[in-house]
């Protein structure tokens, strides 16, 4: 123990004593005098009936704390409980935000790419000062929930979840107390996600890319690029829970249109051609590929089965189009993403995710490939090429 060093002064009068001179200048002056204390008299205690050795009270005396030292652990002790453990150490630690998707990473390459820029953009640099744990089903939804509990057991500051409601259906049923960033084409409030777009409410909010909307649209765009399709195929994947919302939509928007719609199934690589295929001896005239991120994963494939059983498709995104795919009718597929990172910055920033609303795009495209309409025999109007927002030649 550190010993103090003992200097010698004339002591101070005793509590409620005056020296001498004090109380000779105030007779004079006709006021009252104050006593003063020893400071270390304010915090000696009164002798021990069994005193200390002279060594040990040496060391006694050592550890006694002054006043100003007494106050400051006081303060500092005050300090540290007003914040709890946990937070203290999130405050000097790196947020680590969670992501969740039911699809692969090679498909998500440029989605995940334009969510880590925006991140950045706004001063999160993953990598630096924000760390990204990722977690992909790799189109085994059964994994959700496993996945998403694992993250939630990583006590990760907020989730970002992709590939449909069902990813975020898991996360949600994972944790209600961590903030969740959903993109997702399905509606949230059928899906049970939130309460409403504009208050969601609770630990939920993210970007919807109103899917049943857009598949009135693209079945209206693809008759009127087909009009003798009076029977269209809808693609979905069965192993998906909301495939069935995709038909629904569908079907729906063909009543009013007069047309007939049947599903084919496809949910692995082969089942693809099985299902363009089948569409065919059906006779339908043309299809259109649901929104399930493993038909977004197998674009290549899905451009080259269409052109060879000849089938006119309307696909989800513009790559496809840009890939040899006759057309497509929707929002950018990076945008969403670049939303999505905007709200988790925002969540990183103090914000609650149930008072932010719920987005929707605003601008969608009209794709069309102008060489794949001639090689199926069809007639793109003046007026529809006048619609598209790009024609690829």
Partial sequence: MRRRETIHASPLPACGERSPAEAERKRREGGRVRGRCRESELFETPPHPNPLPVSGERELRSARLGRREFI?????????????????????????????????????????????????????????????????????????????????????????????????????????????????????????????????????????????????????????????????????????????????????????????????????????????ASAKQRGAGALITGTDIFFTSRREQLVAVAKRHSMPTMFQWREFVVDGGLVSYGTSHTEPYRQAAAYIVRILKGEKPGNLPVTQPTTFELVINLKTANALGLTVSPQMLARADEVIE
Avoid at 89 to 97: E, G, L, R
Avoid at 213 to 236: C, F, G, H, N, Y
Avoid at 250 to 270: I, K, L, T
């Fill in 72 to 276: 400051a652990l006081l303060s500092g002790a005050g300090a540290a409980a007003a914040y709890p453990l946990p937070l203290r150490a999130q405050q000097n630690s790196t947020p680590t935000v969670g992501f969740l998707s039911s699809g692969a990473p090679g498909a998500f390459a440029e989605m995940t790419a334009a969510f880590n820029k925006a991140l950045s953009d706004a001063g999160y640099v993953p990598g630096k000062n924000v760390t990204i744990e990722f977690r992909w089903a790799e189109g085994q939804y059964d994994r959700l929930p496993a996945l998403a509990a694992d993250l939630v057991r990583r006590r990760v500051a907020a989730i970002a979840v992709a590939g449909g409601a069902v990813s975020a259906q898991a996360a949600k049923a994972a944790t209600s107390t961590i903030p969740i960033v959903f993109i997702m084409g399905d509606d949230p409030v059928k899906a049970g996600l939130v309460g409403s777009l504009n208050r969601p409410g609770g630990n939920i909010t993210g970007v919807s890319l109103i899917i049943a909307q857009l598949m009135a649209k693209r079945l209206e765009l693809l008759t009127e690029l087909v009009p003798s399709a009076s029977t269209i195929a809808v693609l979905v994947n069965p192993a998906n829970p909301n495939a069935q919302t995709d038909l629904s939509d569908a079907q729906s928007a063909a009543r009013s249109r007069g047309r007939q719609v049947f599903s084919v199934s496809a949910s692995n690589p082969p089942e693809i051609d099985a299902a363009f």
